[in-house]
C-alpha cells in the first residue's frame, strides 16, 4: 500500500511539473505526454509487480546438486482389499440379543 502511495505522489507531482513547465514560454513546444505515459506504465508495472521479485540481496550459496537417480524397485504385490457386502454401507447395526 505504501508503495502505491509513492508511486501515484510521484507521479501526480510529476505530471503537474510537467504542466506548469509546458506554460513556461522556453518550453512551451516541447511535448511530453509520450514519456510521462512511457514512466507512469513502467511505474506502474513494477509497482504490480513488487512483490514477486526476490530480493537482490539474497542469491543462492551453491545450487543443490542434482538429485540422485532411483534404483529400481521390484513391483509390489497386490495389497488385498478388505471384503464388503455388496448392499452394506461402512458399517453394521447389529441388533441387540436379548439376556437370558
Not at 504490480?48 to 532411483?70: C, F, H, Q
Request: hydrophobic share 40%.
Amino acid at each position: 500500500m505504501k508503495l502505491w502511495l509513492v508511486c501515484f505522489l510521484i507521479l501526480f507531482f510529476g505530471a503537474e511539473t510537467a504542466q506548469w513547465l509546458g506554460h513556461l514560454p522556453w518550453v512551451g513546444g516541447l511535448q511530453l505526454s509520450l514519456p510521462l505515459t512511457v514512466i507512469g506504465g513502467v511505474g506502474l508495472a513494477i509497482a504490480s509487480n513488487y512483490r514477486r521479485w526476490p530480493s537482490l540481496g539474497t542469491l543462492p550459496a551453491k545450487p543443490e546438486p542434482p538429485p540422485a537417480p532411483n534404483p529400481p524397485v521390484p513391483p509390489a504385490s497386490p495389497r488385498p482389499t478388505p471384503r464388503r457386502k455388496a448392499d452394506t454401507i461402512s458399517f453394521e447395526i447389529k441388533k441387540p440379543q436379548p439376556k437370558g
